[in-house]
């Protein structure tokens, strides 16, 4: 399985822009995809971008065009660049891997890192 450790989170004004970072560590080969999820105050968690081991890439329509998924493999890190941050977009950012097989199938989560956009 994978551990995942997310970083970068913090204040920022409306417009601005911030990448945050998850760290995954473990049995990296095993992971199928990788997600940034977030949570507000009151909401559900929400899916905000993916990306799988092949390198296809989906968002939330809320993000199309501002914010970006990427990977480095030689670091072993996923990002999330967010530009032209709004109010909404505060949350709770959470890193996902999804991995393994049959009943090695694994479902892992980050601890998570606030992000809050000042109007």
């Known amino acids: 399985q994978v551990q995942l450790a997310e970083s970068g989170g913090g204040l920022v004004q409306a417009g601005g822009s911030l990448r945050i970072s998850c760290v995954v560590s473990?049995?990296?080969?095993?992971?199928?995809?990788m997600g940034w999820y977030r949570q507000a105050p009151g909401k559900q968690r929400e899916l905000v971008a993916g990306i799988t081991s092949g390198g296809g890439t989906n968002y939330a329509d809320s993000v199309k065009g501002r914010f970006t998924i990427s990977r480095d493999n030689a670091k072993n890190t996923v990002f999330l660049q967010m530009n032209s941050l709004k109010p909404e977009d505060t949350a709770i950012y959470y890193c996902?891997?999804?991995?393994?097989?049959?009943?090695?199938?694994?479902?892992?989560w980050g601890q998570g890192t606030q992000v809050t956009v000042s109007s």
């Open positions: 996902n891997a999804v991995g393994g097989t049959g009943w090695g199938s694994y479902d892992r």
């Open positions: 473990g049995s990296i080969s095993s992971i199928n995809a």
